[in-house]
């Protein structure tokens, strides 16, 4: 006869057993993608940083620009790994975390990385040669430098995610438990860091971009300092006549409102005149009509305490994504 309780479940030790569960499958996939991700690192290292150190096919200077510190993320994953191999998770991630800086600086080098490797692939005929050979070889299965070069970033995310996970998913009692939450926090902080940096770069991007676009004495700097958030045909509707297309460019904390240069024009044609300039903090922004989704576009109405503003577009999709940026970039000023 069954004594009472016998095969009664026990939430406690489901819990454990689903947090062993997601342990065993986090650390493995960890150890998985760590021997894959280091092959990656040493292929580079073998038969790009390795064979171009040796021919000298591209100065040190440039070498350095390209790879940044390649090299020691390289050998932070030698460091790493055997201790993954050996189940000692908490004591080998809490070692990489004193490496982590390492990503941050690759982070930090990214976009001189690019520039340098489509300048040198632009004009260094034999480091082109050496770098579509390379590329060539089956370990890199198709992928080429620039795709490599993206590898560490790309490897810190998903320390982020899995390491966050281990920890999640190990038992306060655990010996590693405290090793594991710091190197959890350690890691998302250094992933946060290079978002923003990665972030600044691309926005410094758009403004270059931007600011090749405008010409004129008033366009002197007009993108310096701020952050990049759209820009598009819109028509402005005047009180009496008809609809006139302007482009914008929206900044964090302006509207820049301009006109094209005539096509005719010597040395400007294809860009852009500064027309005005508007303060999102003094902006009350109000959307006439297109709310219904339909496709007959709509109105937005802009007030500034000197002028009003009546901005159409016929796609009302267009027009949202102008609304919610507009609305965006009011409530970062107020």
């Not at 190990?170 to 594991?180: A, C, I, Y």
């Amino acid at each position: 006869m069954a004594s009472p309780g016998t095969g009664a479940r026990c939430p406690l030790l489901e819990q454990r057993a689903r947090w062993e569960r997601k342990r065993a499958c986090t650390a493995r996939e960890l150890l998985e993608t760590e021997r894959r991700y280091q092959e990656q690192l040493g292929l580079v290292d073998t038969y790009f940083l390795g064979i171009l150190k040796a021919k000298g096919t591209l100065p040190p200077p440039e070498r350095q620009a390209l790879f940044g510190c390649w090299e020691l993320i390289y050998g932070a994953s030698l460091e790493l790994l055997p201790y993954l191999e050996g189940g000692h998770w908490g004591q080998g991630l809490e070692g990489f975390c004193l490496h982590l800086e390492l990503y941050t600086q690759f982070a930090a080098n990214a976009e001189r990385s690019q520039t340098t490797l489509r300048e040198q692939l632009k004009k260094n005929k034999r480091f082109r040669k050496f770098v579509k050979l390379q590329e060539g070889r089956p370990q890199f299965g198709g992928l080429q430098l620039q795709d490599l070069l993206l590898l560490p970033l790309q490897r810190l995310h998903q320390y982020e995610n899995l390491v966050i996970a281990l920890a999640e998913n190990t038992g306060p009692n655990s010996p590693d438990h405290q090793q594991l939450t710091r190197a959890a926090r350690l890691v998302s902080e250094t992933a946060q860091r290079v978002h923003t940096i990665d972030q600044k770069q691309k926005n410094d991007q758009h403004l270059r971009r931007v600011q090749a676009l405008l010409s004129g004495r008033q366009a002197k700097g007009l993108t310096s300092g701020r952050w990049f958030l759209r820009q598009g045909w819109l028509l402005v509707v005047p009180p009496t006549g008809e609809p006139r297309p302007r482009m914008f460019f929206l900044f964090s904390d302006v509207l820049l409102m301009a006109k094209p240069r005539p096509s005719l024009h010597l040395l400007k044609s294809g860009t852009f005149a500064c027309r005005a300039l508007y303060p999102m903090a003094q902006c009350l922004l109000c959307r006439v009509f297109g709310h219904s989704g339909g496709p007959c576009g709509g109105l937005l109405s802009l007030s500034f305490p000197r002028e009003k503003l009546l901005l159409m577009s016929t796609d009302q999709e267009e027009l949202s994504h102008w609304y919610q940026s507009l609305a965006l970039a009011i409530s970062q000023k107020n």
